[in-house]
């Protein structure tokens, strides 16, 4: 990859220095939010064995998911956000090319498996201990992890073979594929073939595997013939499936059209995609916590015995 310089320059979210300190209040807010949401889903799962099951277990994966690639955009992001001159290197935006694109491939898969999980549970559950065991869970979990970086490494080789002359100014706030090969002088032909394939496919395969998991689930649901068993089996799919919307909803609209879009000079419609942007990459991973601890009666239960047997006001009160 050639360019003028070793560094290139991040436009940021805005040129409005007026929205400087409320932008980086508001980050900083999202982002400790999905620290501490994030880190509380995993230390709850982890402290309490009623939840040592393999939805669970796909759950704490997905906490882990997002506190790492919200961690790889969110803390640069708040530190460029009072610099005048937003800079990095090119090895480090490549890298977090890789880390991000990477994790969030990956989130698209593990979100798949998770909805395979919730099909076996209901559809087959004299058969979900077998099927679902915990070398199965631990074997889905590293495949989902190997199709993302993969599919993001193969990518980033092609978006590197690219000559970069033009000017070394990433009209985003982090490195991301449509942004950089913006740059390029070559023909970016390839490039969007293949970022169209491998974006399809993982789509594809994920998709598919979604929408055959609750089709299933919902033939079963219907067939139960008690509304509280209804309503029971429901209730188990209902934060995968408000994950899936939120999640998936953004990802088509930012990568699923022809890359060439983003290579239109049209303020708007880049203005729109960092806004996109945040959400997919900052938001979403602070929103998951959330699904997850107040629309399920298990985890909320988890949480206050865990509250209660480390009461910290009775800990205080035995110190006098």
Same mark, same amino acid.
């Given at each position: 990859m050639y360019t003028f310089s070793s560094e290139l320059i991040l436009r940021g979210l805005t040129d409005n220095l007026n929205l400087n300190v409320p932008l980086f209040l508001v980050f900083l807010f999202i982002y400790i939010s999905s620290i501490v949401g994030n880190t509380g889903i995993i230390v709850t799962i982890w402290m309490d064995p009623a939840l040592h099951t393999p939805m669970y277990f796909f759950v704490s994966q997905l906490a882990m998911l997002d506190l790492f690639y919200t961690s790889v955009i969110t803390p640069n992001t708040l530190a460029d956000i009072n610099r005048k001159i937003k800079s990095i290197s090119v090895i480090d935006c490549a890298i977090q090319f890789v880390l991000y694109g990477g994790s969030a491939t990956t989130e698209s898969y593990l979100l798949a498996v998770m909805a395979y999980d919730r099909?076996?549970?209901? @559809? &087959?559950?004299? &058969?979900?201990?077998? *099927?679902?065991?915990?070398?199965?869970?631990?074997? #889905?979990?590293?495949?989902?992890?190997?199709?993302?970086?993969?599919?993001? @490494?193969? &990518?980033?080789?092609? *978006? #590197?073979?690219?000559?970069?002359?033009?000017?070394?100014?990433?009209?985003?706030?982090? @490195?991301?594929?449509?942004?950089?090969?913006?740059?390029? @002088?070559?023909? *970016?032909?390839?490039?969007?073939?293949?970022?169209?394939?491998?974006?399809?496919?993982a789509s594809v395969i994920c998709l598919s595997t979604i929408l055959f998991s609750y089709i299933n689930i919902l033939v079963t649901i219907l067939r139960i013939q008690s509304a509280r068993g209804r309503s029971k089996a429901f209730s188990t799919c209902a934060?995968?499936?408000?994950?899936?919307?939120?999640?998936?909803?953004?990802?088509?609209?930012?990568? #699923?059209?022809?890359?060439?879009?983003?290579?239109l000079d049209n303020d708007k419609l880049h203005v729109n995609d960092k806004i996109i942007s945040v959400f997919y990459a900052v938001v979403i991973p602070t929103i998951n916590p959330l699904i997850y601890s107040l629309r399920n009666t298990e985890v909320k239960e988890a949480v206050r015995k865990i509250a209660n047997k480390y009461n910290f006001f009775q800990i205080f009160k035995r110190s006098y």
């Amino acid at each position: 990859m050639y360019t003028f310089s070793s560094e290139l320059i991040l436009r940021g979210l805005t040129d409005n220095l007026n929205l400087n300190v409320p932008l980086f209040l508001v980050f900083l807010f999202i982002y400790i939010s999905s620290i501490v949401g994030n880190t509380g889903i995993i230390v709850t799962i982890w402290m309490d064995p009623a939840l040592h099951t393999p939805m669970y277990f796909f759950v704490s994966q997905l906490a882990m998911l997002d506190l790492f690639y919200t961690s790889v955009i969110t803390p640069n992001t708040l530190a460029d956000i009072n610099r005048k001159i937003k800079s990095i290197s090119v090895i480090d935006c490549a890298i977090q090319f890789v880390l991000y694109g990477g994790s969030a491939t990956t989130e698209s898969y593990l979100l798949a498996v998770m909805a395979y999980d919730r099909f076996v549970a209901i @559809c &087959q559950p004299l &058969q979900y201990i077998m *099927t679902m065991s915990k070398s199965i869970c631990k074997y #889905l979990v590293a495949a989902a992890y190997s199709a993302g970086y993969i599919n993001v @490494c193969i &990518q980033a080789c092609f *978006t #590197l073979r690219l000559n970069y002359l033009k000017d070394n100014i990433i009209d985003h706030f982090y @490195c991301d594929i449509l942004p950089i090969i913006k740059l390029t @002088c070559s023909d *970016t032909y390839l490039n969007e073939v293949v970022i169209f394939l491998f974006g399809g496919f993982a789509s594809v395969i994920c998709l598919s595997t979604i929408l055959f998991s609750y089709i299933n689930i919902l033939v079963t649901i219907l067939r139960i013939q008690s509304a509280r068993g209804r309503s029971k089996a429901f209730s188990t799919c209902a934060s995968h499936l408000t994950c899936l919307s939120i999640f998936y909803g953004t990802v088509m609209f930012t990568y #699923l059209r022809p890359p060439s879009d983003y290579m239109l000079d049209n303020d708007k419609l880049h203005v729109n995609d960092k806004i996109i942007s945040v959400f997919y990459a900052v938001v979403i991973p602070t929103i998951n916590p959330l699904i997850y601890s107040l629309r399920n009666t298990e985890v909320k239960e988890a949480v206050r015995k865990i509250a209660n047997k480390y009461n910290f006001f009775q800990i205080f009160k035995r110190s006098y």
